[in-house]
């Protein structure tokens, strides 16, 4: 079993950086180059009776990209999208979060 994570291991290593930062693109007088976070896992296991199996999987969202303008310097612009999607469950939390808190201080 230690072999398969090792190979596995030895596969995804180098795929790091290509995955987060995209190919640049030429768009009339800009250089875009896209950004993403991802991030993927793997398990396994079994005994010697029934065998065994494993299974994988990842996922990307696209954060934004980096825009070189004629003239002007490297800016991050963000992929408001995503960034919409990412801060609705954050704010829910931290409004379920400091709900709870000032009841328990009103106590």
């Known amino acids: ?21 995209g190919e640049p693109v030429e768009v009339g007088d ?3 180059i896209p950004v993403s976070i991802a991030w993927f896992g793997f398990g ?11 299974g994988g999987g990842g996922t990307s969202i696209p954060v934004g990209a980096y825009v ?7 800016e991050f612009e963000p992929n408001l999208v995503s960034l919409l999607a990412v801060s609705i469950p954050v704010i829910w939390v931290t409004g379920t979060v400091l709900r709870k808190l000032v009841r328990v201080l009103k106590k």
Do not use: F
């Open 30 to 32: 800009q250089t875009l």
């Open 1 to 21: 079993m230690a072999n398969i994570v090792s190979q596995i291991a030895d596969k995804v290593r180098p795929v790091g950086v290509s995955t987060n930062y």
């Open 68 to 74: 070189r303008r004629p003239g002007k310097d490297l």
């Open 44 to 54: 396994g296991g079994g005994d010697d009776e029934n065998g065994g199996g494993g």
